[in-house]
């Protein structure tokens, strides 16, 4: 038996990313008792493909959920709910056995596939009704591509399901999905909160062949026998709808306000602001929030601490995996370079760029060297690179918003970087806010277990008594400030110079004229 109810002070924040999965269990303040993580590899078959084996995402969170149930009671568990990487998708049997390796938010492969999609439906229309510009991040165009290449797959899989979903099922034994996990597959009607009937019936997907949507903060069901088993959780634990990792992040930060921006660095650079009202435009993604009611309008690039690691590894021949002093070394190298890294410039669009171009076909960029750049000069390039991207891409969004956001919150890996956040606050002139937890995905699935749990009336409730507070706040540099003002404008100029010329280099590297 699961004890006293007044015993059940704990819920579970599980957050499975892109690189592994943890599980953390949060008391009422939003702290941090016990946690667990297990990585998930990842493949790279062909050139732009990016796969995972689906079972990993339930026997890496088996791993977590263990780790966490052998530090607690097991019975102090209230809730539990799943932060989940968005776009990735998998195809299953009847029983959740996997048909095929799942295909990651990263996956290229289905660019001519978007391309006709934009074109039949319109792009326009296609937008309006998903809220999302013409991109391959969002898995829509992986549905026809797997239909033209493996039909015999196509023919036989019962159920097509995100991250979110495959662990509700193996927890509950239910196929469901929250919204704001769901929505980022490009499959909803946005403003309905439901799967749009235009979109499948273009993409030819039955919606019995898709799990069962529910709203953020709702319970979705109960942990059942073979799980609990599996996990050490009790059998009948609550799992609460949470969604992407993006929008927990969101919540997490208790970025529930139009004047703030979350900044999640992690394996791509997110960043997102609140609305409660639908919209969408070419300067941001929308996004459901996990709150039930509202959106957010999202920028991301990609490649963000992708970059970071490649470039150590793939041009500094260094592995930070095996070494931890790689990544301290190159800050102390990178804070002697300059503002302006010497007069080095990187375009970080090393796997295309969503806002503010929309471009599936472009390319990373190093602009400006001489003999005389060091490996310091290199590193510093691409956290401005990064950075000032970020700028560019928050001043268009306020643009579109018609308001201003007067701070980031920093999460992720990266935010763990001072300098980076020096850099970060100089090239936008906004103050970068860091939080008590890095962890915010996995505190906003605790903050929706939470309300699902009935400890607090709204998302709103719960962010504000969970959430950390800030405990380090970086201010822009005056001085750096206004020479980042005059790089940011050189910035702004490369791209649109280069994109025409990038687009006829990326032609030929596909056998093309």
Not at 45 to 68: I, K, M
Not at 150 to 164: G, M, S
Request: proline letters at 5%.
């Amino acid at each position: 038996m699961a004890g006293p109810e007044q015993t059940r002070d704990l819920v579970i924040g599980i957050d499975s990313s892109t690189s592994a999965t943890k599980a953390i269990a949060w008391d009422r303040a939003g702290k941090a008792v016990a946690e667990g993580r297990a990585p998930i590899a990842m493949s790279n078959p062909e050139p732009g493909w990016f796969e995972q084996d689906p079972a990993e995402w339930w026997s890496s969170t088996v791993t977590a959920l263990n780790a966490v149930t052998g530090k607690v009671d097991p019975g102090r568990i209230a809730a539990l709910a799943i932060s989940n990487q968005r776009e990735t998708i998998g195809f299953f049997d009847a029983d959740g056995h996997p048909l095929r390796a799942g295909m990651l938010w990263l996956d290229e492969r289905a660019k001519a596939e978007m391309r006709q999609l934009a074109a039949s439906l319109g792009a326009e229309t296609l937008h309006k009704i998903n809220g999302k510009p013409v991109d391959i991040t969002q898995a829509l165009p992986l549905y026809p591509w797997l239909k033209a290449h493996e039909p015999e797959l196509w023919d036989r899989f019962d159920k097509t399901a995100d991250v979110n979903a495959l662990l509700t099922f193996r927890l509950t034994g239910e196929w469901a999905t929250p919204v704001a996990s769901a929505d980022p597959l490009g499959l909803l009607d946005m403003e309905a909160g439901v799967w749009s009937d235009t979109i499948l019936n273009e993409i030819g997907l039955d919606k019995g062949r898709l799990s069962r949507l529910v709203t953020p903060g709702a319970v979705m069901g109960e942990v059942h026998a073979e799980a609990a088993r599996e996990t050490g959780l009790r059998p009948g634990t609550l799992v609460v709808a949470g969604g992407g990792d993006g929008q927990c992040a969101g919540t997490g930060t208790n970025v529930l306000e139009s004047s703030s921006a979350y900044l999640n660095i992690g394996t791509a650079l997110v960043s997102g602001c609140y609305s409660r009202t639908y919209g969408y435009n070419n300067a941001f993604r929308t996004m459901r929030a996990i709150d039930a009611r509202g959106y957010i309008f999202e920028s991301c690039m990609r490649t963000g601490t992708y970059l970071v690691d490649w470039i150590a590894r793939s041009l500094f021949g260094l592995d930070p995996a095996s070494d931890s002093t790689v990544f301290p070394t190159l800050e102390r190298e990178a804070t002697a370079s300059p503002v302006g890294a010497n007069g080095l410039m990187v375009v970080p669009y090393w796997s295309g760029v969503m806002t503010p171009w929309w471009d599936m076909d472009a390319r990373g960029v190093f602009a400006g060297f001489n003999a005389f750049h060091t490996r310091g000069d290199m590193y510093r390039a691409v956290l401005e690179g990064l950075a000032m991207d970020q700028a560019v891409v928050t001043a268009g969004a306020e643009a579109a918003m018609g308001r201003e956001v007067d701070r980031y919150v920093a999460i992720g890996g990266g935010a763990s970087s001072d300098l980076w956040c020096h850099i970060f606050a100089d090239a936008s002139g906004r103050p970068v806010d860091r939080s008590t937890t890095i962890e915010a995905s996995a505190l906003g699935a605790g903050m929706a277990a939470a309300a699902g749990a009935g400890w607090f009336s709204t998302m709103k409730d719960a962010a504000e008594a969970m959430a950390g507070p800030i405990v380090t706040r970086f201010e822009p540099d005056p001085v750096n400030r206004s020479r980042y003002e005059e790089l940011v404008a050189l910035y702004r100029e490369l791209w649109p110079a280069l994109s025409d010329w990038n687009r006829r280099l990326a032609r030929f590297a596909e056998g093309g004229a």
